[in-house]
């Protein structure tokens, strides 16, 4: 059986321009090479729409909306400037990460206007403008503005495919990392009021023939699924939606972590992995 070459649809971030991450974008672009990825996404987060958006992290380091643009800024100009250095190693496609809260979509669109990615990862991190995924305290905050984790799954999915259907970003972001916090997630997944939902957005992805990333992140925090969790991964191959690994590295450490893996889990799965690229 030949052993396809790794990919990442969505990773790269690094230190230098994500305050969560670790290392310089140039070394993980080295470490990109050094395990043998075919090609790469580097997808950083696009920058906040406003102060009220500024992560506790970046308010400690000094950043405020206008500096964080200029680093952003200054992500996408180091992005281009390594992708013309290492053509000869590795095809690199320089994309930012959507976030979905108040006046975020037109300002994604405004900065796709302005520098010009080669494609963007389309995530949903808040609801009702609640980041839920970053802290289990903010997860149960947005739960409770929901009425409970069933309206938060409900009112994610929803807002979920309007940002799909808004922005038609080329590629779904973790689609089902709203079960980050949820020990239960399996079950509330298969909920018919919350499938009917995924479902839904999963006809959308098809119809606007876009990718969907296979993301290994929950792996590298010692959990037993990526995003997507099986029931969704066995649909969207059934509806025949191209899926693509991305290990959403945010560091040297994590690049190529669990990828042989997740290439046995989509192969189960019936996903070729004649990976698409998301530049096509």
């Known amino acids: 059986m030949n052993v396809p070459q790794p990919v990442s649809v969505h990773g790269g971030h690094s230190g230098q321009f994500c305050g969560h991450a670790t290392d310089t974008l140039e070394e993980i672009v080295r470490a990109y090479i050094d395990q043998g990825y075919l090609w790469v996404g580097i997808t950083e987060h696009m920058p906040p729409v406003s102060d009220a958006f500024v992560y506790p992290e970046e308010k400690n ?29 590795i095809r690199i496609y320089v994309g930012f990460e959507t ?83 949820d020990p239960d997630y399996r079950s509330r997944l298969l909920r018919p009021m919350i499938w009917e939902k995924i479902v839904r957005n999963l006809k959308l992805i098809k119809a606007l023939d876009l990718i969907l990333d296979f993301n290994l992140r929950p792996l590298s925090r010692g959990e037993n699924e990526p995003y997507l969790s099986a029931p969704i991964l066995n649909k969207a191959a059934g509806m025949g939606i191209d899926i693509v690994p991305g290990d959403d590295s945010h560091g040297v450490a994590t690049i190529g972590a669990h990828m042989q893996h997740a290439i046995t889990m989509l192969r189960a799965a019936g996903v070729s992995t004649q990976w698409r690229k998301p530049v096509d």
């Open 61 to 89: 380091a000094g950043f405020d909306t206008g500096t964080l643009k200029e680093r952003f800024a200054g992500y996408m100009t180091t992005c281009r400037r390594l992708q013309a250095k290492y053509a000869d190693a």
């Open 99 to 181: 976030e979905d809260c108040g006046g975020s979509r037109r300002y994604a669109k405004a900065l796709i206007e302005t520098f010009s990615p080669d494609y963007v990862v389309g995530s949903v991190h808040h609801v009702n403008d609640i980041p839920f995924d970053y802290s289990k305290a903010s997860y149960d905050q947005a739960a409770d503005c929901c009425g409970g984790l069933d309206g938060l799954y409900a009112a994610y999915f929803d807002q979920q495919y309007e940002m799909i259907r808004t922005i038609t970003p080329r590629v779904v972001g973790h689609l089902d990392i709203v079960r980050i916090y």
